[in-house]
T-cell receptor, first 111, second 112 residues
Framework: DAGITQSPRHKVTETGTPVTLRCHQT?????MYWYRQDPGHGLRLIHY???????DKGEVSDGYSVSRSKTEDFLLTLESATSSQTSVYFC??????????FGPGTRLTVL | GNSVTQMEGPVTLSEEAFLTINCTYT??????LFWYVQYPGEGLQLLLK?????DKGSNKGFEATYRKETTSFHLEKGSVQVSDSAVYFC???????????FGQGTRLTINP
């Protein structure tokens, strides 16, 4: 298994609070991704990174920001959480092939 | 654009039945195609992939053939087991962009 961890694994928060999810890899892969998984939608890309300090938006980036100051860490921040951001969030990594490897996920509930 | 359409679920089968989960795609260029599997409470795992037309990906008894003429990548298994119960995702790589596009997923339940 690829060395990918996500923290926290579960979080309950209230509307309007900031939330940061962390993805950590030990594979030294260049590319990192954040997805959200919702019933009926599969996985949708939020943001991705193609190197330290190099990030770009995915298809559902509104309300989310990311940062990558080290190769191994990719942070996803919800500046002011809303109930529509209740979801399961997955981090993924890839090297120079097109195969992605996924972390275990974070279940976020916004009340 | 790029998109993936999967067979509607959920799918329920008896153990040892034959499985087909349909997947069709639209894409710019010639993408790689993937099947990922997600067991309850876990992340996605790569099940198999194919990188060019007529390639067959296979793993754990599952197979899928990259059919360019029908833009399909159907997943098959000859005899399913209870342990195959999971959600299956078809995906394609966006050519030149190092990104994947996923289908909506198909939940499979195998009854003993």
């Amino acid at each position: 298994d690829a060395g990918i961890t996500q923290s926290p694994r579960h979080k309950v928060t209230e509307t309007g609070t900031p939330v940061t999810l962390r993805c950590h890899q030990t594979e030294n892969h260049r590319y990192m991704y954040w997805y959200r998984q919702d019933p009926g939608h599969g996985l949708r890309l939020i943001h991705y990174s193609y190197g330290v300090k190099d990030t770009d938006k995915g298809e559902v980036s509104d309300g989310y920001s990311v940062s990558r100051s080290k190769t191994e860490d990719f942070l996803l921040t919800l500046e002011s959480a809303t109930s529509s951001q209740t979801s399961v969030y997955f981090c993924a990594i890839s090297d120079y092939t097109d195969t992605q490897y996924f972390g275990p996920g974070t279940r976020l509930t916004v009340l | 654009g790029n998109s993936v359409t999967q067979m509607e679920g959920p799918v329920t089968l008896s153990e040892e039945a034959f499985l087909t989960i349909n997947c069709t795609y639209t894409a710019t260029g010639y993408p790689s195609l993937f099947w990922y599997v997600q067991y309850p409470g876990e992340g996605l795992q790569l099940l198999l992939k194919a990188t060019k037309a007529d390639d067959k990906g296979s793993n754990k008894g599952f197979e899928a053939t990259y059919r360019k003429e029908t833009t399909s990548f159907h997943l098959e298994k000859g005899s399913v087991q209870v342990s195959d119960s999971a959600v299956y995702f078809c995906a394609l790589s966006v050519v030149g962009a190092q990104k994947l596009v996923f289908g909506q997923g198909t939940r499979l339940t195998i009854n003993p």
